[in-house]
């Protein structure tokens, strides 16, 4: 079987003023806090990381859950980060899955063995992070 080729992604952004810029991505817009003062209706560079990070818990979700034959109503993840200044970056992430289903609590850890494997941003972050969690249920 011949190897498929590798995904690629691609992402534009620019500067709309002082106070925010865009991103463009397929045929999606997303406002970027870029203002030094902070605004509260965009995601500031580490909020983006945080969401991308989340983003990619639902989505392995939602990839193993017919693989795995899993029964679920719904799903929420919340993170939090810990920023250090020196050098600047995340030293730490913490993240709770919750998820609202009647699976026992062997497949719960399954699901969750699953999330830590097989995310393409959860492995990106990992190495350089402190990133630990837990996947309960509802």
């Known amino acids: ?21 865009v991103a463009h991505c397929k045929d999606a817009t997303l406002t970027i806090d870029t203002d030094l003062a902070g605004r509260s209706d965009a ?32 799903v929420r993840v919340q993170l939090h980060a810990v920023r250090q200044d020196a050098p600047p970056r995340l030293a730490s992430i913490r993240y709770e899955i919750v998820v609202d289903t009647d699976e026992p609590e062997q497949r719960l850890a399954l699901l969750h063995v699953n999330v830590q494997k097989y995310g393409t941003v959860f492995n990106t972050v990992a190495p350089g992070t402190d990133l630990q969690g837990t996947l309960t249920r509802a």
């Open 1 to 21: 079987m011949p190897d498929r080729p590798p995904l690629e992604y691609t992402v534009h952004a620019e500067r709309r003023d002082a106070y925010g810029s």
């Open 43 to 74: 995601f500031n560079p580490a909020e983006l990381l945080l969401a991308a990070l989340a983003a990619c818990m639902l989505k392995g979700i939602e990839r193993v859950v017919p693989m795995l034959h899993f029964s679920l109503r719904d």
